[in-house]
T-cell receptor
């Protein structure tokens, strides 16, 4: 199983809503990532979890709140987002070896209205 | 600091012709280098990587890449392009040695268009 599964695939939310994005992998990877990608741009790193602990936060606004409940799951809680937060949100995971490739989910297309 | 440059925003090639997508990198020390492909509204798919050893790396879907340390390049190639290869291609780097939780640094991407 080399899949990273993200749900939902699409999400439309108002600026006052609270929603969550979910990511799951069963490859035994202990590094997990959230990226944000705007159209025709490279992915921008948001957060890195290593062994279920937050290791990198790329100065992401607090309206984005990550959570890693266990080694297979990664959540991104969303609250009071702005229209400019509309983007494709990608989850990825990898082994801890430096030469390990990251496996990406198909993403959640988020639209904030 | 690590960085990746993909000098071409767009590459056009006729079906059946060879294709090259360029990538140069900058890291302190040795690099781990990766190529990913992204189809519309999809996540990134891993194509191939260079860690150490043979400079010519073969990957998925007939793609290969050549690591050139003196030119700090890692160009992606395919001998015969298919229309289905049309997509957005990203080169990425991570400095060696490092752990897997060291994030990849991505280039800006190159859009490949294969014309029938």
């Amino acid at each position: 199983d080399t899949e990273v599964t993200q749900t939902p695939k699409h999400l439309v939310m108002g600026m006052t809503n609270k929603k969550s994005l979910k990511c799951e992998q069963h490859m035994g990877h202990r590094a997990m990532y959230w990226y944000k990608q705007k159209a025709k741009k490279p992915p921008e790193l948001m957060f890195v979890y290593s062994y279920e602990k937050l290791s990198i936060n790329e100065s992401v606004p607090s309206r984005f709140s990550p959570e890693c409940p266990n080694s297979s799951l990664l959540n991104l809680h969303l609250h009071a987002l702005q229209p400019e937060d509309s983007a494709l949100y990608l989850c990825a995971s990898s082994q801890e070896r430096g030469g390990a490739e990251a496996f990406f989910g198909q993403g959640t297309r988020l639209t904030v209205v | 600091a690590q960085s990746v440059a993909q000098p071409e925003d767009q590459v056009n090639v006729a079906e059946g012709n060879p294709l090259t997508v360029k990538c140069t990198y900058s890291v302190s020390g040795n690099p781990y280098l990766f190529w990913y492909v992204q189809y519309p509204n999809r996540g990134l798919q891993f194509l191939l990587k260079y860690i150490t050893g043979d400079n010519l790396v073969k990957g998925s879907y007939g793609f290969e890449a050549e690591f050139n340390k003196s030119q700090t390049s890692f160009h992606l190639k395919k001998p015969s392009a298919l229309v289905s290869d049309s997509a957005l291609y990203f080169c990425a780097v991570r400095a060696a040695p490092s752990s897997g939780n060291t994030p990849l640094v991505f280039g800006k991407g190159t859009r490949l268009s294969v014309i029938a």
